[in-house]
């Protein structure tokens, strides 16, 4: 399938925070793209407890990043949405810079980074 990335505005972004409240690495990613627009497959392992041990763990980030997808695609309305870009090189998942004001506002931060 083909995805297409969206900019989610700050009242989507409210509603896939709402859905994300009650999941705690969910929430983690959540914040790493609003404090640095990044997230890796190896940082999703360490909050989980996990020391990696094959490439094949990149999976226990391709979870949570999943139900984040799911949300996005309620709240946007389209079964191809994502908020970010998948970098294969470093194994990390980024957004864009308008995507983390619009995260940060929405998390109740204003201002630009």
Known sequence: MNET???LSVEQWQSVIDRASSHDVEMFIIRCWANS???SWGAINAF???IVTADTDRQ???GA???ITT???AVTEDNTATCYFWNKENGSW???YDQTFNLRKALGVSGKL
Do not use: D, M, P, S
Request: positive net charge; proline residues 0%.
């Open 5 to 7: 990335y969206f900019l």
């Open 48 to 50: 989980k407890g996990n």
């Open 65 to 67: 990043i999943g139900h």
């Open 37 to 39: 627009q990044t997230v």
């Open 60 to 62: 226990t980030g391709a």
């Open 94 to 96: 980024g957004i864009g």
């Open 71 to 73: 949300w996005v695609r």
